[in-house]
């Protein structure tokens, strides 16, 4: 379970701060909208992405301390 946890923490995390980029960089280009989204759309989907990612890594450190 700690090995899921920790690749779905990378995995998540790895993809919001990648979206994340993607968002700024379209906005400071001065791009609203990507395929019918609104640029803060996508920025809240990668942060979201990001908590995902630190919120799997807690549970890994939490399953670790327990075994």
Do not use: C, D, P
């Not at 995902?52 to 075994?67: F, I, P, S």
């Amino acid at each position: 379970m700690t090995k899921l946890l920790i690749f779905v923490g990378r995995a998540a995390g790895t993809f919001g701060a990648l979206l994340g980029v993607a968002s700024v960089s379209a906005r400071a280009m001065g791009i609203f909208h990507v395929g019918g989204l609104q640029m803060g759309t996508l920025l809240l989907g990668s942060i979201a992405a990001m908590v995902l990612g630190t919120l799997a890594y807690a549970a890994a450190m939490a399953e670790r301390h327990n075994n």
